[in-house]
């Protein structure tokens, strides 16, 4: 173990939050994590691991208060009477357990919620359509509603309470809060006391957080969360407008500011769009105007970075949610002088995907994030080999790299082989897109593992064959050979080989994009049938080089699926100011001496002129030493135990996914199998 440098002791002072200290200055903001209140014992074990790896404070997820605010579908958290608290004290205990406060974040969430579930009419402000699709609308409510507010609110205060709870939360952040949409006047149409004036707007905050210090001040923190700009001018809050004069009001209410920007798509921007500390320039204010201890995020991993906030008088906290996904264990990685050892998040997003795909949480980064509890992984220890059986991993992209880290880990010898000059395979070239280069932590992490892993080899510019292969006399063979971009148009929408006359423009892939294979002058075409990030930055990467580029799609947006990562509006609004021309809901019909096209609900055709295209559609597994070796397995020539594929060799998905794939591969090596689901079941009790 090093010893840590004495420029990051700050951060490892205590820091009083009202009637409760923090035992340092790390701090798990908030996060959703797609398991919530139905799968309990997986979100107590996520956030249990959380505090043993040095966070001093752990949050939940939103917490309903009443069934007038159901998130369904979504999986979040709820706290509406005394049934709710077993599951909420499971959390708690296992955040105590490691000597970390536990913090609940209450929310009412107002024109932000459909109430698919319990069916109840939204409340807002003023009478108004939700934010969210619906076709229901939500209703202005009277001040008997607002009181019904106050008092579940109250109510659920008590019961976390109850639970052991340290520290409570008033949301008005990320325009999911009802407290929110009181502020903001685009919401907010009253002439009663609680609308007009800012201070008027500001009744119900001011409200939810006196009756939070009267039911629970004497032994639980409350925090307010509160979104100081929306990045929207004049049409909502203003780190330059109201929310000064808001902080001011209220500074010395709360026992803790956690402050940040709205809406959840700016709080949370992608490496893609935001550097590290993005959102200080909105916060740096707060500060100055309470003297309660403040909590930011910016999606932090530099040690250096989050010291200096803390001696400059920033903050008091270093708030976190997706650094603490990528690597629980950051705090304690500081605290001990293992800097080499963190495991940076790449700012992906993928585990906010979880969240907006109703599922658990998972990470790129750190693959035993979200199986906890269920498969028993801890993103620092693996149980230790079994057996003296050698493993040969044929592929050093990101499957490949994870697996034989893992394997490492636990002790086995591993030869690692490479066909290319470089480990890092697909991220070698997607780093190298626009703003792209945080993946290259991928790979740097991985790489400083191998250092101190004596057990694994690792060999470059090595395209196996078979017979090589089986040269190498390993027990156990895994094949990370990762996957190739299809030239011929199958893809989401076309499942079918797209017809291609001899007098087509140039063909491209992203692959040939990679290998410096340059479309000629003349107009580019850019076909997305992949629905993800990769056409946007294809696109854009060409404009920026000086093409013309029309991005087409059959969808009706650009990158569809990066919704879940909440990165759409950013990719299409990138690509627009780089001067690409977009065409959605057309499908390609055929490529001839231009591109023939068809409206999807209409058919109607049309032609685009093109002096090439780039066709974004899917991939195919590289597959050959695979068949290879098959062959011979199949003719009983097979010298090995187990051959196995793994990622995009397997079958082509995100990077998270073959990360994931290695990890597995590693952790299920030399056990015995289990009968059914390879993980535990959290049931309903009947």
């Known amino acids: 173990m090093s010893a840590r440098d004495a420029i990051f002791d700050i951060l490892?002072?205590?820091?009083?939050?009202?009637?409760?200290?923090?035992?340092?200055?790390?701090?798990?903001?908030?996060?959703?994590?797609?398991?919530?209140?139905?799968?309990?014992?997986?979100?107590?074990?996520?956030?249990?691991?959380?505090?043993?790896?040095?966070?001093?404070?752990?949050?939940?997820?939103?917490?309903?208060?009443?069934?007038?605010?159901?998130?369904?579908?979504?999986?979040?958290?709820?706290?509406?009477?005394?049934?709710?608290?077993?599951?909420?004290?499971?959390?708690v205990d296992a955040v105590h357990a490691h000597g970390s406060l536990a913090a609940i974040e209450l929310c009412q969430q107002g024109i932000a919620c459909k109430n698919m579930d319990s069916r109840e009419v939204p409340l807002a402000p003023s009478a108004q359509p939700?934010?969210?699709?619906?076709?229901?609308?939500?209703?202005?409510?009277?001040?008997?509603?607002?009181?019904?507010?106050?008092?579940?609110?109250?109510?659920?205060?008590?019961?976390?309470?109850?639970?052991?709870?340290?520290?409570?939360?008033v949301y008005a952040g990320h325009d999911l809060s009802i407290a929110q949409h009181f502020l903001l006047s685009r919401y907010n149409k009253r002439s009663d006391e609680y609308g007009g004036s800012l201070e008027n707007r500001a009744r119900l905050l001011r409200e939810l957080i006196e009756d939070t210090k009267d039911a629970v001040g004497d032994t639980c923190a409350v925090a307010v969360r509160f979104a100081v700009d929306e990045l929207r001018g004049a049409d909502g809050m203003e780190a330059d407008g109201e929310a000064p004069e808001i902080i001011a009001m209220l500074a010395e209410l709360p026992d803790l500011w956690d402050v940040n920007i709205s809406d959840w798509d700016n709080d949370s921007q992608t490496a893609r769009f935001a550097e590290e500390g993005y959102q200080e320039g909105f916060i740096s204010f707060v500060k100055t105007l309470t003297t309660k201890p403040?909590?930011?995020?910016?999606?932090?991993?530099?040690?250096?970075?989050?010291?200096?906030?803390?001696?400059?008088?920033?903050?008091?906290?270093?708030?976190?949610?997706?650094?603490?996904?990528?690597?629980?264990?950051?705090?304690?990685?500081?605290?001990?002088?293992?800097?080499?050892?963190?495991?940076?998040?790449i700012g992906c997003n993928i585990c906010v995907s979880g969240d907006m795909t109703y599922s658990r949480?998972?990470?790129?980064?750190?693959?035993?994030?979200?199986?906890e509890w269920r498969k028993g992984w801890h993103p620092e220890r693996i149980a230790k080999s079994v057996s003296q059986d050698s493993v040969l991993i044929v592929g050093g992209g990101p499957?490949?790299?994870?697996?034989?880290?893992?394997?490492?880990?636990?002790?086995?010898?591993?030869?690692?082989?490479?066909?290319?000059?470089?480990?890092?395979?697909?991220?070698?070239?997607?780093?190298?897109?626009?703003?792209?280069?945080s993946y290259q932590r991928v790979v740097e992490h991985r790489l400083a593992a191998f250092n101190k892993l004596p057990n694994v080899e690792t060999y470059l510019a090595s395209d196996l064959s078979a017979e090589q292969v089986i040269a190498f006399e390993a027990r156990h063979i895994v094949l990370a050979t990762g996957a190739a971009w299809r030239r011929d148009g199958v893809g989401c929408s076309r499942r079918t080989a797209l017809p291609i006359a001899a007098s087509v423009p140039a063909i491209f892939t992203p692959d040939d994009i990679f290998a410096g294979k340059i479309p000629g002058d003349g107009p580019v075409l850019v076909y997305d049938d992949e629905r993800y990030i990769m056409a946007g930055l294809i696109a854009e990467k060409l404009a920026r080089d000086g093409h013309a580029v029309t991005l087409m799609t059959p969808e009706t947006m650009?990158?569809?699926?990066?919704?879940?990562?909440?990165?759409?509006?950013?990719?299409?609004?990138?690509?627009?100011?780089?001067?690409?021309?977009?065409?959605?809901?057309r499908r390609l019909v055929a490529l001839e001496n231009g591109a023939r096209h068809a409206c999807i609900y209409t058919g109607q055709e049309a032609e685009i002129e093109a002096a090439a295209v780039v066709l974004v559609t899917s991939r195919l597994p590289n597959d050959s030493l695979w068949l290879?070796?098959?062959?011979?397995?199949?003719?009983a020539l097979a010298p090995w135990q187990s051959l196995t594929r793994i990622g995009d060799a397997l079958a082509p998905a995100t990077v998270a996914h073959a990360i994931y794939a290695g990890h597995r591969y590693a952790r299920e090596f030399d056990t015995q199998a289990c009968e059914g689901a390879p993980y535990m079941r959290e049931r309903v009790t009947v």
């Open 399 to 437: 499957a490949g790299l994870e697996c034989a880290r893992a394997l490492g880990q636990r002790g086995y010898a591993v030869t690692l082989a490479e066909a290319g000059d470089a480990l890092g395979g697909r991220i070698l070239n997607e780093s190298r897109l626009p703003g792209m280069a």
């Open 294 to 345: 403040v909590v930011g995020v910016g999606r932090y991993t530099s040690p250096d970075h989050m010291a200096s906030l803390i001696a400059k008088g920033t903050l008091d906290f270093i708030g976190a949610a997706r650094p603490s996904i990528a690597d629980p264990f950051l705090p304690k990685k500081i605290e001990e002088g293992r800097l080499e050892d963190i495991r940076e998040c």
């Open 12 to 91: 490892f002072e205590p820091v009083k939050i009202g009637p409760v200290t923090a035992r340092n200055r790390f701090y798990q903001v908030p996060h959703c994590n797609g398991m919530g209140d139905q799968h309990p014992r997986g979100m107590a074990a996520m956030r249990g691991v959380k505090a043993e790896g040095g966070w001093a404070v752990v949050s939940t997820e939103e917490v309903s208060i009443d069934h007038h605010t159901d998130f369904s579908p979504g999986i979040e958290g709820k706290l509406w009477d005394a049934g709710d608290i077993p599951y909420h004290a499971r959390m």
């Open 628 to 635: 290879d070796l098959q062959a011979r397995a199949e003719n």
């Open 361 to 371: 949480i998972r990470c790129t980064q750190n693959p035993t994030m979200g199986e």
């Open 558 to 585: 650009v990158s569809p699926w990066s919704e879940n990562t909440l990165e759409q509006h950013a990719i299409q609004r990138r690509i627009l100011e780089a001067g690409v021309t977009i065409m959605t809901a």
């Open 130 to 169: 939700l934010i969210v699709p619906s076709t229901l609308q939500a209703r202005a409510m009277d001040l008997s509603d607002i009181r019904a507010v106050r008092a579940s609110h109250r109510q659920s205060a008590l019961l976390a309470k109850r639970a052991g709870y340290d520290i409570v939360y």
